[in-house]
């Protein structure tokens, strides 16, 4: 793969860039937010690992603005900011994974390659239906009846896995790993979260709730 690796720090980064050179992968390196974003638009990369504190430009408006340019890249956050607020704010931001510091360099390796697989298995033209809700993926737009839905990157990929597994139970944890590629601690908050997002937008105001909570096991898309 060819990485894109933005981190002020010169001993982090140089240590990923070592360790990821060690797995054959190409590691181009960027010590502040502009020289990255500006990296990220002239070159063509599988994955950016991105940090949240840095100068010019702090990583969430890097990851904002290469999102806004290139969807379909994968962007994993590496920061110290690790709090639940720090880690909705990276996803609403556009991140598709998040890792807190210190961390350990074989899930570093894990979370790439599975950003990786999950780009090569995109289904970009798909059409899903459950009730009156359609999302279609070739143009990216979500509408229930007559209404189309406004989504962030992480809310739309959990509606992604509700309607394409609807009438079927699924537990937070399964919901962690095919949203986010990660376990999530089972204190943290997160995907009630991102449920509760999701149900403001989809079902509020609408007489039939399509989401539904399984109490003890997790969530369920229902289309009657």
């Known amino acids: ?23 054959q992968h190409t590691v181009t390196v960027a010590y502040d937010g502009q020289d990255g974003y500006h990296a990220a638009m002239q070159q063509d990369f599988s994955v950016v690992i991105l940090d949240r504190l840095l100068p010019t430009l702090s990583g969430l408006d890097v990851c904002r603005r290469i999102k806004h340019m290139k969807k379909g890249l994968p962007i994993l956050m590496l920061t110290a900011l690790g709090t639940v607020q720090d880690i909705v704010q990276g996803f609403e931001n556009g991140a598709d994974d998040y890792l807190t510091k210190p961390f350990h360099f074989d899930e570093l390796m894990a979370r790439i390659q599975a950003l990786h697989r999950r780009g090569m298995t995109l289904n970009p ?16 737009i979500v509408k229930r009846g007559e209404k189309e839905i406004a989504l962030t990157v992480k809310e739309y990929s959990l509606l992604e896995v509700f309607m394409t597994n609807k009438n079927r139970v699924l537990t937070r944890t399964y919901l962690a790993e095919t949203v986010w590629g990660i376990n999530f601690s089972r204190g943290t908050n997160l995907i009630d979260v991102y449920v509760n997002y999701l149900r403001s937008k989809v079902d509020k105001g609408f007489d039939t709730p399509l989401i539904q909570t399984v109490v003890g096991v997790g969530y369920v898309m229902r289309d009657k």
Request: contains cysteine; glycine residues 6%; proline residues 3%.
């Open 125 to 140: 033209g798909a059409v899903y239906q459950v009730a009156d809700l359609v999302m279609d993926c070739y143009n990216h």
């Open 1 to 23: 793969m060819n990485i894109l690796l933005i981190e002020d720090e010169p001993k982090v980064a140089a240590f990923i860039k070592k360790g990821l050179e060690n797995f």
